[in-house]
């Protein structure tokens, strides 16, 4: 016995090398004991916060073992059991054995931990760069808010989130991905959910009893977006996919993504506005004419690819000269501002108006005839034609229109708009409120 008893140690140290989990290792440490004593009626118990799974269930007989020995190290305890018959000679080695089992255990359970620790620091740095790749690029606000909403849906593991922006009163739910299928989002009222979350507080748990009836019921962490003292966003997250909970590291977290978040959503909302300010005539807000003679440049050249057929319409304001003589130049700004708006109105999807300058626009009608541009222009004068009843101010106002068509009166964006230029003072000369077709080149 005592030549067996001795080559115990390398056998255990063996299975400690060769276990890849600790069950695995207690399987063997008691294999290894069976077959030294010769007896099945052997068996090792663990208590440890690690939550190890035995390989196989307690046989029957354990009930009636005793134990033979019994180590703790830290929160991790070890136990032997055997039969009454075997016990007092397993006693001279198991103690070793449960020490160094216990130990061991212990060892693995702050390795895991330590580990777990790396992975979410791990975790958390891609996540930092994928935010950078998205403050890196320039996206269109739409695009930015379904980036934001689905890295940190994807970041948290949440099985639902919406991205809620603020509209009046209220914030609405603008974005939402799910999969639980589709869900109620009713608005949540914006000055009691900014009194909830005022500033500085980047992220917050729902069971805070002032949020919990505010948002949706199944709602678990709350992030807003926050530029300054400008609140861009709120962020709502549902339960996690492994159904643990938002602790300290996710709310630290979820506050350092939602900055950056806000600085990209922010920046997106800047680069529109200066986009916006380079297309848009300030006063009517409809295109400016560099926007438009970049889209009629467009669509002269798809005409001529396509064989389509594209009419322009150039509009002036009758006698807008004396509106600004008489009511003064706010009052013919109002014109103008009414007259956009009815343009605007009456044009098709496709279309598209500006204002050139002054008191002159364009309209643009892609797939159209001049014949089927006289429709537009009449629905058009019949609606300047009622400006008298709402503001009489205005006396009678009209305009004088000059219609041409591409390729047909001119294959260049000089070429056609002087043919409905030459078309428009054609119908002033012959007495206003009239509309002229380019003649024939």
């Not at 695009?143 to 994807?154: A, G, K």
């Not at 000059?402 to 001119?410: L, M, Y």
């Amino acid at each position: 016995m005592r030549s067996a008893l001795a080559t115990l140690p390398s056998a255990f140290a063996a299975a400690c090398r060769h276990s890849r989990t600790d069950s695995e290792l207690f399987q063997r440490c008691r294999e290894i004991l069976v077959r030294r004593f010769q007896t099945e009626r052997i068996w090792l118990t663990v208590k440890s916060p690690t939550e190890i799974v035995p390989l196989a269930p307690a046989p029957d007989w354990v009930s009636q073992a005793v134990e033979v020995s019994r180590m703790a190290s830290g929160q991790t305890e070890v136990q032997i059991l055997a039969d009454p018959e075997v016990a007092n000679q397993l006693r001279s080695v198991s103690l070793p054995l449960v020490l160094g089992l216990s130990i061991m255990l212990e060892l693995h359970g702050v390795l895991r931990e330590r580990q777990a620790a790396l992975e979410d620091a791990a975790f958390q740095l891609r996540a930092l760069r994928q935010v950078a790749r998205l403050l890196s690029s320039v996206h269109s606000t739409e695009e930015t808010e379904n980036l934001v909403l689905d890295f940190m849906t994807e970041v948290f593991f949440a099985w639902w989130s919406s991205l809620y922006r603020a509209n009046g009163d209220i914030y609405t739910p603008k974005v939402f991905r799910s999969l639980k299928g589709a869900m109620s989002l009713p608005p949540i009222d914006l000055k009691a959910l900014d009194r909830a979350l005022p500033p500085g507080t980047p992220a917050a748990s729902a069971e805070d009893p002032a949020l919990a009836g505010l948002l949706p019921p199944s709602t678990q962490l709350v992030v807003t977006l926050d530029a300054g003292t400008e609140r861009l966003a709120v962020l709502a997250l549902g339960p996690r996919l492994h159904e643990r909970s938002y602790g300290h590291a996710e709310h630290e977290l979820a506050g350092t993504l939602a900055f950056a978040a806000a600085i990209a959503l922010k920046n997106a909302q800047l680069v529109e506005q200066l986009q916006s300010a380079a297309t848009t005539d300030e006063l009517t807000g409809l295109y400016n004419r560099r926007a438009m003679e970049e889209r009629l440049e467009a669509e002269i050249s798809r005409a001529q690819r396509h064989q389509l057929r594209t009419s322009i319409v150039l509009i002036d304001v009758d006698r807008f000269k004396s509106v600004n003589d008489t009511l003064g130049h706010a009052a013919g700004d109002r014109l103008l501002i009414l007259v956009a708006e009815l343009l605007r109105q009456q044009c098709r999807t496709l279309d598209a108006v500006g204002r050139l300058g002054g008191d002159e626009f364009l309209v643009i009608l892609p797939m159209t005839t001049p014949d089927e541009a006289k429709a537009f222009v009449a629905r058009v004068q019949r609606r300047v034609g009622e400006l008298e009843r709402s503001n009489p101010e205005f006396g009678a106002p009209s305009l004088s229109l000059g219609i041409a068509e591409a390729p047909r009166h001119g294959i260049t964006l000089a070429s056609l708009l002087a043919a409905a230029d030459s078309a428009l003072y054609k119908a002033k000369r012959g007495g206003r409120n009239a509309v002229e077709v380019a003649e024939e080149p």
